[in-house]
């Protein structure tokens, strides 16, 4: 008797690719000095064991990476004190989970990266920086290990990426031209951080570059935690499509 095998591998083509390219730029962020900090508000365990994995360097001569599991009930306020701009968000999480929805969001405002684990119907395209997905509708995929084979290869090819020292620095393209066309037309996202207390005061705001002042008569009134759109030192349109259950 011959038993026909026709289930998918555990990890397919396109989700090898996905994995390589999140595990290289995520070597790239350690080499520079990142944080991995790890939220999982359905699945806590693998939030724990997504830290565990990376701080811990069970094989002889690998690095212990900085990585911190975030389990509070508000993993968005949680993110927002503790990571810094260079650092990397990675989740696991269904696509409608409310509070990673949000992280996403915020995560350009607080310079952070982001890393998306998860099964079922997929993020829309660009919900996060690397979205490590598995095509599924079985609600057991959580629970059945294939998560967990996810981050053990992502943590696996992080390490062979130290392997090759000369790939992780990337020279910073520097702008020489006093009003640089580029720069001036950059739209960035801004979180309040405190918001102006009379008319014509300014907002203190997050950017990915770091707290700055930026002009928001355009909006009107804007409120801490709000997320706008700056163009030249003002903030020029509010994002407003929080996730139901967040802010």
Not at 78 to 88: E, H, K, L
Not at 112 to 116: A, M, S, V
């Given at each position: 008797m011959t038993t026909a095998f026709t289930d998918a591998p555990l990890i397919d083509e396109a989700l090898s690719a996905d994995l390589a390219a999140a595990a290289f730029a995520l070597a790239r962020r350690f080499d520079g000095g990142a944080t991995l900090w790890v939220i999982s508000p359905q699945w806590e365990p693998h939030a724990h064991h997504i830290a565990v994995e990376f701080v811990h360097p069970v094989i002889m001569g690998k690095r212990a990476l900085p990585s911190v599991a975030l389990v509070e009930p508000d993993p968005v306020a949680?993110?927002?004190?503790?990571?810094?701009?260079?650092?990397?968000v990675i989740a696991v999480a269904s696509a409608d989970q409310p509070q990673v929805l949000d992280a996403m969001r915020r995560?350009?405002?607080w310079g952070?990266?982001?890393?998306?684990i998860g099964s079922g119907p997929r993020p829309p395209a660009g919900s996060a920086d690397h979205i490590l997905w598995v095509p599924s509708d079985d609600p057991m995929v959580p629970a059945t290990g294939?998560?967990?084979?996810?981050?053990?290869?992502?943590?696996?090819?992080?390490?062979?990426?130290?392997?090759?020292?000369?790939?992780?620095?990337?020279?910073?393209?520097?702008?020489?031209?006093?009003?640089?066309?580029?720069?001036?037309?950059?739209?960035?996202i801004a979180e309040v951080i405190l918001a102006p207390t009379a008319a014509l005061d300014e907002a203190l705001v997050r950017t990915a570059a770091g707290e700055e002042y930026i002009d928001v008569t355009v909006l009107g009134t804007v409120a801490v935690d709000d997320l706008v759109v700056v163009h030249g030192g003002t903030a020029i349109a509010r994002l407003d499509d929080a996730p139901e259950g967040t802010r």
């Open positions: 949680q993110c927002r004190v503790a990571a810094r701009p260079g650092d990397v995560a350009p405002a952070t990266d982001t890393i998306w294939r998560f967990v084979l996810m981050y053990h290869l992502l943590w696996e090819l992080t390490h062979v990426c130290f392997e090759h020292p000369g790939l992780l620095t990337t020279q910073a393209a520097e702008c020489t031209d006093e009003h640089c066309v580029t720069c001036g037309d950059e739209g960035r």
